[in-house]
């Protein structure tokens, strides 16, 4: 899940204790003095129209700079001249990365079908690891989409290419099956293949591993894959520096791929969950006697938007109490409650 920060992004709303969470209508939305707000960080930012339509969705790795070069007549292009006098005001949720804003942006642009966004006819997909626990000897490959099934799947991931990598090199470490049929733990077919003979698979298909010990190496990975790298880290940095050493610039270098292959990995998005669960993220921040709450929105494992109230009467109140009547107040009045 990203980090968002409540403290960096724009609020308009405003909400009462004594009453639902409601939106003012008397407070004007002043673009020079919110420009000057955006944080130096990535995100995604919401251009609106005088109905507050969302007109336009967009990414950043700096939106403080990205943002406001919307209403700089100087970078004015085609269609900065047809949108930019209809803006009326805009919107902004800071991420960890510039990864995370680009999966988010497209979360929201299938959400909204922003008027002056190329909208793709294809749906795009991102892909995953899957390894295959329904198998006796799991796989385990890149796939574009997840099913309900038995197998474990980890991503999405920006970057197909990187995944093919990560596949590649979970391959090198652990030599995990490639071939598609099916391999029971009590049935041996005798020859292996060519995968076996070149190093690229242990081929339990012949019983040249047991299946304890594949199972171990099953864990192993599942553990690699969920974000327990170190050990696998330090030791690719070992033999990198092995082979620097030894003068084996050629073998380093094939070590120094794997690593960055692993760097890559860590940069999966966290704006979407494989569960496809729906789910309401809650944040809530204060100075002195304002305070303010956030609900982020993830349906069918997606993030598509938030809202955010401005909480009045916070006086002596402490953040567990504050928040308490915020989930009170919010969720007797919504026609939607997430499991």
């Not at 909204?112 to 690891?129: A, E, G, M, R, T």
Request: with cysteine; proline share 5%; aromatic share 10%.
């Amino acid at each position: 899940m990203v980090s968002f920060v409540a403290d960096d992004t724009h609020i308009i709303p405003a909400l009462s204790f004594d009453k639902a969470p409601t939106k003012r209508d008397d407070l004007m939305f002043d673009i020079p003095a919110e420009l000057k707000k955006l944080p130096d960080s990535p995100g995604v930012y919401l251009m609106k129209d005088e109905s507050e339509a969302v007109i336009y969705v967009g990414k950043a790795l700096n939106l403080k700079n990205r943002v406001r070069q919307y209403f700089q007549p100087a970078n004015y292009n085609s269609k900065n001249e047809a949108m930019v006098p209809k803006i009326r005001s805009f919107e902004y949720i800071v991420t960890d990365t510039e990864v995370e804003a680009l999966i988010l942006e497209c979360n929201l642009i299938k959400k909204h079908w922003p008027k002056f966004n190329v909208l793709l006819k294809d749906d795009k997909s991102y892909p995953y690891i899957k390894v295959t626990l329904g198998d006796d000897f799991p796989r385990v490959m890149a796939v574009r989409s997840y099913e309900k099934d038995k197998s474990k799947y980890f991503g999405p991931y920006v970057s197909g290419f990187s995944v093919n990598e990560v596949v590649s090199l979970i391959q090198q470490i652990w030599r995990f099956r490639l071939c598609a049929r099916k391999v029971a733990n009590d049935e041996k077919s005798g020859r292996p293949c060519l995968n076996y003979h070149i190093g690229r698979c242990c081929a339990p298909c012949n019983g040249s591993v047991i299946f304890e010990n594949y199972q171990k190496m099953t864990a192993e990975v599942l553990d690699f894959l969920e974000g327990k790298q170190d050990e696998i880290t330090t030791r690719l940095e070992k033999s990198m520096f092995e082979f620097s050493e030894n003068m084996e610039y050629e073998k380093a270098q094939e070590v120094k791929i794997k690593l960055e292959s692993l760097k890559r990995l860590r940069e999966h998005q966290k704006l979407d969950h494989v569960s496809g669960e729906n789910r309401d993220v809650l944040a809530l921040a204060r100075e002195k006697d304002d305070a303010l709450a956030m609900v982020f929105f993830i349906r069918g494992g997606k993030m598509i938007g938030r809202e955010h109230f401005m909480l009045n009467n916070a006086t002596g109140l402490g953040l567990p109490e504050i928040l308490s009547n915020f989930i009170t107040q919010y969720y007797s009045g919504t026609p939607f409650i997430p499991k």
